[in-house]
């Protein structure tokens, strides 16, 4: 049996850089929490729950949840809000929306069965500011 979350991680940060990019927005995407990139920035991290190997998906498959931390800057006159509201939208109103960038491929060019953002918090404005974090659940194929 093998789940290679590396390559699952790899693949949804090059996805979501690639889609980014295309629609003109300039977003650092790291794979891994690895130093600090300057914002606009997204960051994946491991789950924070366990991984149940063959749980209720069957011998073929598992689900796994990888968190993504976006952070964003404003310079005076902008709001923190604002930004963070860009990336969390859905659908044509948006072009750095975090959501589309996973649905546009949502098997991450193979890597993944499926994959799909599930929950967004923005984070506490007081002691978080200008930061929120999304979930993103990935079917993983075992092979």
Excluded at 8 to 37: C, E, H, K, M, W
Excluded at 82 to 104: C, M, N, P, Q
Excluded at 115 to 132: L, R
Aim: glycine residues 6%; hydrophobic residues 45%; charged residues 15%.
């Amino acid at each position: 049996m093998a789940v290679n979350l590396q390559a699952v991680s790899r693949a949804l940060a090059d996805q979501i850089r690639t889609y980014l990019v295309a629609n003109g927005r300039d977003t650092n995407v790291n794979a891994f929490p690895v130093g600090i990139l300057a914002p606009p920035s997204i960051t994946i991290y491991p789950p924070t729950d366990p991984i149940v190997y063959h749980q209720s998906l069957g011998p073929d498959s598992d689900m796994v949840t990888l968190r993504l931390r976006l952070e964003v800057d404003a310079i005076e006159g902008e709001s923190l809000l604002i930004k963070i509201y860009d990336y969390l939208g859905v659908g044509t109103a948006t072009t750095s929306s975090i959501h589309d960038a996973v649905a546009a491929s949502p098997t991450l060019g193979g890597v993944v069965v499926n994959a799909a953002v599930t929950e967004a918090q923005v984070g506490d404005p007081d002691t978080d500011p200008g930061v929120a974090w999304l979930d993103v659940d990935l079917i993983l194929k075992v092979t």
